[in-house]
């Protein structure tokens, strides 16, 4: 990146969060980040790893020295630290880290809550944690992680998780982080395409695809851009304004009053069919409905992002487009769930894996759950149709270092393995898509559906958040929905836009699709039941040079191969998948275990050249997704002791894996941070290791889990008891209401989801097409 001009997606810098941290506890989170990722000199550091090489070309010491001596106390980090726990951490749980940070603020707290590790030899012998010595303050922290309370066990995960966070992913205005160099870590942000060293080490430069004409762009309405002047701009692109009276009927089916902020100015407009949300499936019915003739509009809580503004910067770019900033986390805070929150939604910034439907599972959905839809001509037509527009194909040019290291491990040792289908052309090498495609290959929605719709009339309103489903009552018959009520802020004004329909279709997702029926009146006790989450443990090698495959973690297409090795696909259809990641140092720093400050520092070094798997386990499991009291989304989520032995095969296959490739150390996402060395270990001592994380991932707070795909939480059935959507995609309590999203899936899929949802998603446009036709 230019050294002369920031990008546009920083916007003047990350700026920190507003917080409500007194000094005190400021004090106690600068000795936190201190203590989790302190400044280490060179000496200290080789002292520690003897087997470092010393001898190393001066700019490369350097930039080891520079790394060493980061500490997360330096500049406004630690503000950072404070701003995101505001922003992220549900108001309940924020009260609990507000009461931990107050307690080690005081000498008693502090002696509470550390025991012995907060007794010190010099007087006073009980002190503040910010006085008590780092390497004292490492051990405990270190305690928190082991300890049978389970505030001790929360705080521990929260601050060893997101102070490394803050420090790897944030940026200065100019896309500079301290630690990139000695991660041997860059990002380009090159309108040539992405720089890639092939194996024999001559670089060669991907073109830039050409870019076709595109009509979403001049459909995308920002509606916090735009301000006062929305009602004309939705006039202008087709939408009718209502008059006060109509306004005034809308508003009055109202029931939901939960919006931060007081509506300067009340607006109504007319369309045919609203979609509530733009991802994989309101996009597909978008584009289906418009095609057909009718008019659409799509309300979308996220922001636009054309190409020209993805940064590939990874600390912004979550930011901006995933929820609470990739960092929603479940009720107890014992699971990381990633979701997407941009025009496009997950397909924007997914890793390109498109899976049509397992056979199993549909069978499993048809049979078991007596779904025909699933064993029909007309579901096979959808996912054909699904992967046309999307251009899946399984073919690759070249596999990057991560997919190269799964495929040998798997081939060495007899393992299922095989290439992914991706919706993007063979030489995609594209390793940033998790915070969207900068070279505009991957065919998101954004680029096929939304263009398609965009193309038939339909127009995105970004930056637009949709509060409750306006349904009116029928004497005698179920109530029938007439449109939404949705919120608009733009800088100090909010806007409340009431838009009137004949269909709402809602696909915000299967974390916020519950809320929203909630909100507006729906009753069944399905809706937010049955949470899937596909459950995902990590597990890593780390390769010298020279050893596995070419190249280094980040670079190169995310995915390309994978295993279904531990699947039990021709059995009970319940087990995991194993895959590899987008590898960035943020979401390493969140997923390696932290032992001490200088251990974590050297794990993190070898970023570039350690491989990352994960585990994707088809969970039996179900969560719930609530309303807490303080009206924000809650999310709880047990894994079952089936599913934990699922999820512990696949570690177990994945540590065998990386070792039959080459690694030269593995180890799994454990607190307790115990690696193996299979160059100098037997295999006995092998299978004793593995046992020993089999043993132990469950029962320790600090093992990483994380859930890039949620759903099931409106489930499609065939009867109210036991589902919140029909066959058809329409609610059981309001007639022109549907479901078009991640939410309806029968069950757990065990396999990426983003075929199977617009598949679905395909067949139920036609179900409202057909009704629209015939009332």
């Known amino acids: ?80 630290v404070a701003g995101f726990l505001t922003q992220v951490m549900p108001f309940s749980e924020l009260r609990l880290v507000h009461l931990s940070l107050w307690a080690l603020s005081t000498r008693v707290g502090t002696l509470v809550l550390g025991g012995k590790h907060a007794i010190t030899k010099t007087f006073p012998f009980c002190k503040r944690f910010a006085k008590v010595p780092k390497e004292q303050r490492q051990c405990f922290i270190r305690g928190f992680a082991f300890s049978c309370i389970k505030i001790k066990q929360q705080f521990f995960r929260l601050f060893t998780g997101f102070i490394p966070w803050i420090v790897f992913s944030s940026v200065d205005p100019f896309g500079f982080n301290p630690t990139f160099a000695a991660l041997n870590y860059s990002v380009d942000d090159d309108e040539q395409g992405d720089i890639w060293l092939y194996p024999h080490g001559q670089h060669q430069t991907l073109p830039t695809p050409k870019k076709s004409a595109s009509s979403l762009g001049s459909r995308v309405i920002d509606a916090a851009q735009v301000g006062s002047q929305l009602a004309t ?98 009720k107890d805070s014992s699971m990381i769930l990633l979701a997407g929150t941009t025009v496009g939604g997950g397909s924007t910034v997914n890793w390109g894996a498109s899976f049509q439907t397992p056979s199993h599972v549909r069978k499993e959905w048809a049979e078991t759950l007596h779904l025909d839809l699933f064993a029909s001509n007309a579901y096979d037509n959808a996912m054909d149709e699904v992967c046309s527009r999307l251009g899946v194909q399984s073919e690759v040019v070249h596999e990057n270092f991560q997919n190269g290291v799964l495929r040998a491990g798997c081939q060495a040792l007899g393992f299922h393995v095989e290439n992914i289908p991706r919706n993007s052309p063979p030489d995609h090498q594209c390793g940033f898509c998790g915070l969207g495609c900068k070279q505009e290959k991957k065919q998101n929605a954004m680029l096929t559906w939304l263009e398609d719709a965009a193309a038939a009339e339909a127009v995105v309103l970004a930056s637009c958040k949709a509060e409750e489903v306006l349904c009116a009552k029928r004497e005698g018959q179920h109530p029938v929905a007439v449109g939404v009520v949705a919120q608009v802020e733009s800088g100090n004004t909010c806007t409340t836009l009431y838009v009137e329909a004949n269909v709402v279709v809602v696909a915000c997702g299967a974390l916020w699709t519950p809320l929203l029926l909630k909100r507006s009146g729906l009753l069944n006790h399905e809706i937010g039941q049955n949470l899937h989450i596909h459950p995902v443990q990590l597990v890593w090698g780390h390769f010298e040079e020279g050893r596995g495959a070419d ?52 794990r993190m070094r070898k970023f570039s050249r350690t491989a990352i798997f994960i585990v994707l386990t088809r969970d039996h499991s179900g969560g719930q997704v609530r309303v807490d009291e303080d009206g924000c989304l809650s999310v709880y989520y047990q894994l079952s002791d089936a599913d934990k032995r699922n999820s512990n095969d696949g570690v177990e296959k994945g540590l065998k894996i990386l070792a039959a490739a080459g690694a030269s150390e593995v180890g799994s996402g454990n607190v307790d941070g115990e690696t193996f060395a299979p160059c100098s270990g037997t295999k006995a001592d092998f299978e004793e290791y ?85 009332g």
């Not at 089916?253 to 949300?277: A, H, M, N, P, Y």
């Not at 531990?566 to 943020?586: E, F, R």
Request: with cysteine; hydrophobic share 40%; proline share 5%.
């Open 1 to 80: 990146m230019s050294d002369c001009e920031a990008h546009p997606l920083l916007r003047g810098g990350q700026h920190c969060q507003p917080h409500k941290f007194s000094r005190a506890q400021m004090e106690v989170i600068e000795a936190l980040c201190e203590t989790i990722f302190p400044s280490v000199s060179l000496e200290e550091f080789f002292e520690s790893f003897p087997g470092h090489d010393k001898e190393l070309p001066k700019a490369e010491l350097q930039a080891l020295e520079t790394y060493l001596l980061h500490s997360a106390k330096d500049g406004n980090l630690p503000l950072q």
């Open 233 to 330: 701009e939705l006039n202008n692109r087709g939408f009718p304004l209502i008059d006060d009276d109509d306004v005034a009927h809308l508003k009055a089916l109202r029931r939901s009053q939960s919006f931060k902020k007081t509506s300067d100015l009340d607006i109504g407009v007319k369309c045919e069919v609203v979609v509530v949300g733009s991802g994989a499936g309101g996009s597909v019915v978008a584009a289906k409905l418009a095609q057909a003739g009718h008019s659409v509009l799509i309300l979308e809580k996220g922001h636009y992002f054309p190409a020209a503004e993805l940064s590939q910067l990874e600390g912004p770019s979550m930011n901006a487009m995933y929820e609470n900033g990739g960092c929603l986390l479940t």
């Open 551 to 602: 190249g280094v973690s980040y670079r190169g297409g995310i995915m390309t191969a994978y295993s279904k090795v531990a699947a039990n696909w021709d059995t009970t259809g319940y087990g995991s998948v194993i895959q590899c990641v987008a590898s960035q140092p943020g979401i390493m720093s969140v997923c390696l275990p932290w032992v001490s400050g200088v251990d974590f520092k050297a």
């Open 690 to 774: 593995s046992a020993r994380v089999r043993a132990n991932t469950f029962k320790q707070v600090g093992t990483t889990v994380v859930s890039a795909h949620q759903m099931g939480s409106c489930r499609m059935g065939m009867c109210p008891l036991i589902s919140a959507v029909q066959p058809n995609g329409e609610t059981w309590e309001v007639k022109g209401l549907f479901v078009a999203d991640s939410s309806v899936l029968p069950t757990a899929l065990g396999i990426n989801p983003m075929i199977t949802v617009q598949s679905i998603a395909l067949c139920t446009a036609d179900n409202i097409l057909f009704q629209l036709q015939h």
